[in-house]
Nanobody, 127 residues
């Protein structure tokens, strides 16, 4: 059983940058595809970014393309989300997710593709 723990989010201003990390324990992180989702109050959980295990290919949600970047550190068993040019609509609870299943890239943007979830961390972008 893998456990995912996200780093603390925070309160930032529009245009700022913020980095989140997700550390996996209880499993071999290199065997997992990992992703970030977010959920704003009253809205569905939205896909943000993911990388696929093995080849490390990445995929991004349309709303964050060109601003956010997902990376992984196999040694530290961690996934990182670098968020630049933050907007007020980026506000929400950010969740880390992982799966051992080797999905095609298009399926990695679907929350049902993931088996393990972190508790979430709040990111608030203030104007």
């Amino acid at each position: 059983q893998v456990s995912l723990v996200e780093s603390a989010g925070g309160l930032v201003q529009v245009g700022d940058s913020l980095s989140l990390s997700c550390t996996a324990s209880g499993g071999d992180q290199s065997s997992y595809s990992m992703a970030w989702f977010r959920q704003a109050p009253g809205k569905e959980r939205e896909f943000v970014a993911a990388f696929r295990r093995g080849d490390g290919k990445t995929i991004y949600g349309d709303s964050v393309k060109g601003r956010f970047s997902i990376t992984r550190d196999r040694v530290k068993k961690a996934a990182y989300l670098q968020m630049n040019g933050l907007k007020s609509e980026d506000t929400g609870v950010y969740y880390c997710a992982a799966t051992t299943r080797n999905w095609i890239l298009s399926a990695m943007g679907v929350k049902e593709s993931y088996d393990h979830w972190g508790q979430g961390t709040q990111v608030t972008v203030s104007s």
